[in-house]
Nanobody, 122 residues
Framework: QVQLVESGGGLVQPGGSLRLSCVTS????????IHWFRQAPGKEREGIAC????????YYKDSVRGRFTISKDDAKSTAYLQMNSLKPEDTAVYYC???????????????WGQGTQVTVSS
């Protein structure tokens, strides 16, 4: 069955870095786009980055562009989100998802991971 499992979240100080991983199984990663969404308490879930199936093109929300980098390694069936210069407003649960294209709306992502908590605080 299709699964996406995130890891790498945690507590980090402002200005710090984290790398999230999304290990996938049950499908061929090279045939799908991967998105990273996040949801902060009391806020709507928002898409922040995606990478096309080919891996050659990426998309970023303005609030993370230049600080976050999405990538995927099809041979390892794993996607990543490198997060640098973290800010308190980046605090949220982060989810990786699967879709056919990038960017895609929330409803166009058919499988989601369980999420990993990222907390940016001093």
């Amino acid at each position: 069955q299709v699964q996406l499992v995130e890891s790498g979240g945690g507590l980090v100080q402002p200005g710090g870095s984290l790398r999230l991983s999304c290990v996938t199984s049950g499908f061929t990663l090279a045939n799908y786009a991967i998105h990273w969404f996040r949801q902060a308490p009391g806020k709507e879930r928002e898409g922040i980055a995606c990478i096309k199936p080919s891996g050659g093109e990426t998309y970023y929300k303005d609030s993370v562009r230049g600080r976050f980098t999405i990538s995927k390694d099809d041979a390892k069936s794993t996607a990543y989100l490198q997060m640098n210069s973290l800010k308190p407003e980046d605090t949220a649960v982060y989810y990786c998802t699967r879709s056919r294209w990038c960017p895609a709306a929330v409803g166009e992502n058919d499988y989601w991971g369980q999420g990993t908590q990222v907390t940016v605080s001093s």
